[in-house]
């Protein structure tokens, strides 16, 4: 046996330690990375792609593994590498392209019968035919076994599904169901950024532990439900869009989000289960489609036939703060229903104002208590915003505090005042939110108002040297109106990757909407939130996503020949941008009209939707002369297509002539170099309809808000006569220079005296 000194040992301890420490330090300076390949160029000593992956990666790290291969969406695999062994990737034949992990966020009843689904019963589809269109959210999970996720009178599940109902903590095949018919999860890329899932916090499973993907999966197709409230607010039948369809629950986000490497092992999945619809009500960074792994994705799940609905983001009402925006997804903005859940502020000089509010707790006394603004019974210089440990117990007791909406949770809020032991909360907004209410589950009597009933408090407050105040709920109120109106947090355009094509697509309902809810979480979401509800009302256009997911699935079940783009169309051109009276659909940022930049084509409009006469169609080789449009490479469009495709040089493309159901007109500003007083421009922009309906002619009108621009079509009428034939028109806008950052809008309609496809017109100098 071989001896040891001390000193030797000591000597490999120490080595030992060094090397550890120095792997330790190289695994943290090691990211997360999606490698796009090029399947097409597989080297031919290698048997199959995932030998070749294997083989890629070894060549410039011993200790990496892959996380994921990916065989639909796109070709690859994704792995965890250093900046150096990245450079050594980029550098090997058959790679296509490195991305970095990107980290996604959430966007996070009455809705059937104020869409109409509750009418015209006849135009919809057949259940047996809604019953074989399959909807894939991809969320936080489900929460299985609750009633919106009832079974009963299904048939067999569609033939086509190849998914699976995966096993792990707190999920069992049983979980699923033939109206829950499968349930995967993806968490490689997550545990890779922040260690393996703590399974006391959150389930290493399809399970949902938060709530917001069950929300999005019943909302889009959950089964109807009798007596459906959150605390005896918005009582009635909670329903899906589509109730008949099936749900397919893809998890992916976790409680540190949701991270490209796993949504696109999601996705890649899906295609393969054989859904029909993907719905992801998720969103993160812009960059160039050639390197947004959603919208690589989702360009391979459309040419597969499946429709992909994604939320537009909960940035507005800034304009550009858009997500998702490829012209291959539809992109939904949030409006709000005609339903309210008003509270009652009762000040001590009499005044009364109304705000929203879903507290269900002990209500106050009714007699007057004292109110303070939070600014002043703080120990921060934000103290307005009622930020976590910012208020002074000793000034706040018993007292109503008014908070300023904004820089945290509106319901962490409230738990700031309950726990200051405050009595109750005033939830005031500022200039960004405007007049929209957005009603909370809150765990103190609260009333959210507006701003200008907030003013009118502040007012009071500075003026009154003893203020009191009370609050009272109201219950559920509908017929609200004017309704909808645009929700402000809604994300708007212009589109800032590509402001040509008009961007969102349209809006639906995404304020305050009920839906199921995980038994895990209070309807808060918060820690200290004990209460448990079957049912959560919650808002975002995570919420008005599922609305447009579960409806597009309603007419694939109606019309299973038509492409995502005539779904797409459908719910676009027969979208509505009025109320009955003729007024535009209002902003409630801004009190004023909303504009396509933050209605796209309008509000859904379903029960058109299903017979819009005419659609503007488009195939894979019209996205790939978008691309061409946009003068990309062919490298550049294999990374976004997956396809092998170069433009011709000879060909002229134009965005202008790409076949969007909608129009955005760049126009020359004043001060460009081909501007100035007096000087026009023109351009001309080329639309193909195909006829869905009958043989019908139809004629052409347009209105416009300006002068500025003169609009001709040709031919000012189109004459179909049989299914599916296809006539193109040519609108040739004529326009005057103008500043530099001036808008203006129009809209151009098709009509054969019943059915009306509508398309809206911005126009940008820019």
Same mark, same amino acid.
């Given at each position: ?121 006849? #135009? ?29 009178? #299904? ?24 109206? #829950? ?46 007596? *459906? ?71 391979? *799940? ?106 945290? *949770? ?66 559920? @109120? ?76 309603? #007419?694939?079940?109606? @019309? ?31 009190? @004023? ?9 309008? @509000? ?163």
């Amino acid at each position: 046996m071989m001896k040891f000194s001390l000193l030797q040992i000591s000597l490999l301890l120490v080595f030992c330690y060094v090397y550890g420490v120095a792997e330790e330090k190289n695994q943290q300076f090691k990211k997360t990375y999606v490698i796009h390949m090029d399947r097409s160029n597989m080297p031919a000593s290698f048997d199959d792609h995932f030998q070749w992956y294997d083989s890629s990666l070894k060549s410039v790290s011993d200790s990496a593994a892959m996380l994921y291969t990916y065989s639909n969406v796109i070709h690859g695999f994704s792995t965890r590498l250093t900046v150096e062994e990245v450079e050594l990737l980029e550098k090997q034949p058959g790679i296509l392209a490195v991305l970095p992990e990107a980290r996604y966020e959430l966007h996070t009843t009455r809705t059937p019968e104020f869409l109409g689904l509750g009418k015209s019963v006849a #135009l919809f589809p057949a259940s047996e035919a809604e019953s074989e269109v399959i909807v894939g959210v991809l969320d936080t999970g489900v929460w299985p076994g609750i009633k919106s996720f009832d079974d009963t009178g #299904l048939g067999p599940v569609p033939k086509g599904w190849k998914g699976t109902c995966e096993v792990g903590k707190n999920f069992s095949s049983s979980s699923c169901n033939k109206k #829950l018919i499968g349930a995967r999860f993806f968490s490689k890329g997550y545990e890779a950024a922040f260690g393996s899932i703590d399974e006391t916090v959150e389930s290493k499973s399809p399970r949902d532990d938060d709530g917001h993907g069950t929300h999005t999966a019943t909302t889009a197709a959950g089964s109807a439900v009798s007596g *459906a409230s959150l605390f005896g607010y918005a009582t009635g039948k909670a329903r899906g869009m589509a109730t008949q369809a099936r749900v397919a629950a893809y998890k992916v986000c976790w409680l540190g989000g949701c991270f490209s490497s796993d949504i696109v092992a999601a996705m890649d999945k899906a295609v393969e289960d054989g859904v029909n619809v993907i719905s992801m009500s998720i969103g993160g960074g812009l960059t160039d489609y050639y390197r947004d792994t959603v919208a690589i994705g989702a360009f391979s *799940a459309m040419e597969q036939g499946i429709l992909v609905s994604c939320s537009a983001g909960n940035g507005g009402p800034y304009s550009g703060s858009l997500s998702n925006v490829a012209p291959w997804i539809t992109t939904v903005g949030a409006g709000t229903l005609d339903r309210d859940f008003p509270a009652y502020v009762t000040l001590g000089n009499g005044k009364n104002f109304t705000g929203v509010s879903l507290y269900s707790g002990k209500p106050l006394s009714g007699s007057l208590v004292p109110l303070v603004h939070a600014a002043n019974v703080s120990n921060t210089t934000s103290g307005n915003l009622c930020l976590t440990g910012s208020l002074i117990p000793t000034k706040v007791a018993g007292k109503i505090v008014i908070c300023d909406r904004g820089g945290n *949770a509106r319901v962490q809020k409230g738990m700031v005042v309950k726990d200051a032991g405050g009595v109750g909360m005033i939830l005031t907004n500022t200039d960004d939110f405007g007049e929209e209410l957005v009603a909370d589950a809150q765990l103190l009597p609260s009333a959210a108002v507006g701003r200008i009933a907030g003013d009118m408090i502040k007012k009071y407050l500075s003026s009154d040297p003893k203020p009191t105040a009370t609050i009272a709920s109201g219950g559920t @109120h509908l017929g609200i109106q004017p309704s909808p109106v645009v929700a402000a947090f809604s994300s708007r355009g212009p589109n800032p990757i590509t402001p040509e094509i008009l961007k969102p697509d349209l809006i639906a309902p995404g304020v305050n909407i009920l839906a199921a809810w995980t038994g895990a979480v209070g309807p808060t979401g918060m820690e200290s939130d004990a209460r448990h509800v079957d049912f959560n009302i919650i808002s975002g256009t995570s919420m008005s996503c599922p609305h447009v997911s579960g409806l597009a699935a309603l #007419l694939k079940a109606a @019309h299973p020949e038509w492409s995502p783009a005539a779904i797409k169309s459908a719910l676009m051109t027969t979208a509505y941008s009025t109320y009955e009276n003729g007024g535009t659909i209002l902003d409630v940022a801004t009190g @004023h009209a909303s504009t396509p930049f933050d209605y796209g084509a309008g @509000h859904v409009d379903p029960v058109a939707a299903l017979d819009p006469g005419l659609v503007y169609d488009a195939t894979v080789d019209d996205y790939l002369g978008f691309l061409c449009a946009l003068n990309y490479s062919t490298s550049q469009i294999k990374l976004a297509t997956n396809r092998d495709f170069t433009c011709v040089s000879s060909k002229v493309y134009s965005l202008g002539n790409f076949n969007y159901p909608s129009f955005a007109v760049p126009l020359e500003t004043a001060s460009s170099s081909k501007g100035g007083a007096g000087v026009t421009s023109t351009v001309k922009y080329t639309r193909t309809l195909t006829n869905v309906g009958a043989s019908a002619t139809y004629k052409v009108s347009m209105s416009s808000e300006t002068q500025s621009v003169k609009m001709l079509v040709e031919p000012e009428s189109l004459s179909f006569s049989e299914p599916y034939e296809k006539k193109s028109y040519t609108v040739t806008f004529t326009a005057s220079s103008k500043p530099s950052g001036t808008t203006s809008f129009a809209r151009l309609q098709w009509s054969d005296g019943k059915h009306v496809v509508s398309s809206p017109i911005a126009f940008s100098w820019t």
